[in-house]
């Protein structure tokens, strides 16, 4: 329908989209106090438990997925009122500017300020310094492990007590994963818009989209230096028994480079940061999905923090797919699977 009307000049795909997934608005939560703040000029939702508590509270804030493209306070109301509920815990929920008006690195400067200015004024939400946590999903969850790194070597505000990662897309060299082909036409993220939303919070458009998920956007001797951090071969087998035809890369293209090189900024592809900052980043929770594109970003993650001393509690979800928890409680239909890997996450946070 987005494209149809996309073809009629009435609006864009991605502003159809956008329309069609906003949230209802939600009446009053008799056991939250919630309130819309800015944090250093960013809009944010603070989600506050009523009950009295005898210590301070741990503080989550929550970067909500959506492909940098769409999501807002509203589409992620539930959830984080979930979260906020049932692990007692005070919530902010980012309001970071999308793309494509907003390229790279807006989104990350967004979730980066709104994170600092919560740490220096932890004390107004009665908010524990020492148990403050990041929390994303999918495209939040890049933004959750990129303001994991960049903090980590911060030695003026707190530090984090963890990271809680939900299907997170963390690299854009390699679309050709095995679970990339297992998965490559499974909702809710299909392998080609995968590629799509990346181009488009890197630079606004989608123009090289086939030339990326061919491959032929990366350096030969690149491709090498990241190999032992993106690669099959650190992916478990018993997650390569689906179909999977390994695919070699068609010729690189240096035209194609020139314009997604940032790709290779850890800031955009946390999975390729130095070891030196992987080493410092906090406890993690990670979850993936076996029907996801995304799945093996958050295995080739895992094995990257472990291997660097971090340590994971990692949660998969063995019939879940892309998406699933953002669909919690939406317009009246839950799946299982996807409330099991919700309180996953409150189960994680209860246990900090």
Request: charged share 25%.
């Amino acid at each position: 329908q987005g494209r149809i009307l996309e073809k009629t000049g009435l609006c864009s795909q991605i502003t159809f989209s956008r329309y069609v997934r906003q949230g209802r608005k939600l009446g009053v939560d008799p056991k939250l106090f919630i309130q819309d703040l800015h944090f250093n000029k960013v809009p944010v939702r603070v989600y506050q438990p009523k009950a009295t508590s005898d210590r301070r509270r741990r503080g989550i804030i929550f970067f909500h997925g959506g492909g940098w493209v769409f999501g807002s306070l509203d589409t992620y109301e539930k959830v984080c009122r979930y979260i906020s509920r049932e692990s007692e815990s005070v919530v902010v929920s980012v309001q970071y500017r999308l793309a494509p008006e907003h390229k790279y690195p807006a989104a990350y400067e967004d979730c980066l300020n709104a994170t600092i200015h919560f740490m220096k004024n932890i004390e107004h939400y009665g908010v524990d310094p020492a148990n403050v946590i990041v929390c994303g999903d999918s495209a939040g969850g890049n933004l959750a492990a990129a303001i994991s790194q960049t903090l980590a070597g911060r030695s003026d505000l707190p530090k984090l007590r963890a990271q809680v990662l939900i299907y997170p897309g963390l690299q854009a060299l390699d679309f050709n994963l095995p679970s990339y082909h297992q998965n490559r036409g499974v909702p809710l993220l299909l392998r080609e818009r995968a590629a799509f939303f990346a181009l488009q919070y890197l630079n606004g458009d989608a123009v090289h989209m086939h030339e990326v998920l061919e491959g032929s956007h990366i350096p030969p001797d690149m491709r090498l230096k990241y190999r032992k951090w993106v690669s099959p071969d650190n992916i478990p087998e018993k997650f390569k028994v689906r179909g999977v035809k390994p695919l070699t890369p068609t010729d690189f293209i240096a035209e194609v480079y020139e314009t997604v090189k940032r790709f290779c900024e850890p800031n955009l592809c946390p999975l390729l940061a130095e070891d030196a900052v992987v080493q410092q980043v906090p406890e993690s929770f990670i979850l993936t999905c076996e029907y996801d594109v995304l799945r093996d970003d958050g295995l080739l993650y895992k094995k990257r923090l472990e291997d660097n001393g971090v340590r994971v509690t990692w949660y998969h979800l063995e019939d879940g797919f892309h998406g699933i928890i953002s669909l919690y409680d939406y317009c009246g239909f839950s799946f299982p699977s996807g409330k099991r890997g919700l309180d996953s996450v409150v189960n994680f946070l209860k246990s900090l």
